[in-house]
Antibody, heavy 124, light 107 residues
Framework: EVQLVESGGGLVQPGGSLRLSCAAS????????MSWVRQAPGKGLEWVAN????????YYVDSVKGRFTISRDNAKNSLYLQMNSLRAEDTAVYYC?????????????????WGQGTLVTVSS | DIQMTQSPSSLSASVGDRVTITCRAS??????LNWYQQKPGKAPKLLIY???SLQSGVPSRFSGSGSGTDFTLTISSLQPEDFATYYC?????????FGQGTKLEIK
């Protein structure tokens, strides 16, 4: 059974830092791209970042570029999101999700498994 | 960035109704379109990928269609467990984007 379990959320002051973790199990972690997606309270979903299997490619939404870093440790089956210079607008539930490519050449892909999310609150 | 616009933003329907939700992209995205369902307090669930492919385990009353800029999610006969919020997502660009969501409520 595929499981994704996020941790590391909490209350942080504006300008502060936080590191989220996602522990993966039930599949070969090193074979999959992974994603972070967030959802502000009462709002819709926002894609945050994707990372390739070996970490060699990373993509970010413009609003977090230069502040957030996605990374992974395949030996530990873990995904991370380092968040620096946090702002009030970063307050959200952060979801870790597996990104499955259905056909490498076409590039069709989707987030087929999600964790339960971890809440990050940026407030003084 | 590619903007995704869903309509309607909210919808009231009854059990047994046929419901259609529309998603429009700001530029052509071929068939790089996914649909998700989210219930309150829960993580999103993948329903449809590549515009029209049904994810394993998802009931066949859900279907997706479209290509280019216009897409639809159809629920052929609403069941009580289908009342939720639905999101489209484009995966054409490396910078993925979601629609704003469509909340499906019981009439």
């Amino acid at each position: 059974e595929v499981q994704l379990v996020e941790s590391g959320g909490g209350l942080v002051q504006p300008g502060g830092s936080l590191r989220l973790s996602c522990a993966a199990s039930g599949f070969t972690f090193s074979s999959y791209w992974m994603s972070w997606v967030r959802q502000a309270p009462g709002k819709g979903l926002e894609w945050v970042a994707n990372i390739k299997q070996d970490g060699s490619e990373k993509y970010y939404v413009d609003s977090v570029k230069g502040r957030f870093t996605i990374s992974r440790d395949n030996a530990k089956n873990s995904l991370y999101l380092q968040m620096n210079s946090l702002r009030a607008e970063d307050t959200a539930v952060y979801y870790c999700a597996r990104l499955t490519y259905y056909d490498f050449w076409s590039g069709y892909r989707s987030n087929d498994y999600w964790g339960q999310g971890t809440l990050v609150t940026v407030s003084s | 960035d590619i903007q995704m616009t869903q309509s309607p933003s909210s919808l009231s329907a009854s059990v047994g109704d046929r419901v259609t939700i529309t998603c429009r992209a700001s530029q052509s995205i071929s068939s790089y379109l996914n649909w998700y369902q989210q219930k309150p307090g829960k993580a999103p669930k993948l329903l449809i990928y590549a515009a029209s492919s049904l994810q394993s385990g998802v009931p066949s009353r859900f279907s997706g269609s479209g290509s280019g800029t216009d897409f639809t999610l159809t629920i052929s006969s609403l069941q009580p467990e289908d009342f939720a919020t639905y999101y489209c997502q484009q995966s054409y660009s490396t910078a993925e984007t979601f629609g704003q969501g469509t909340k499906l409520e019981i009439k």
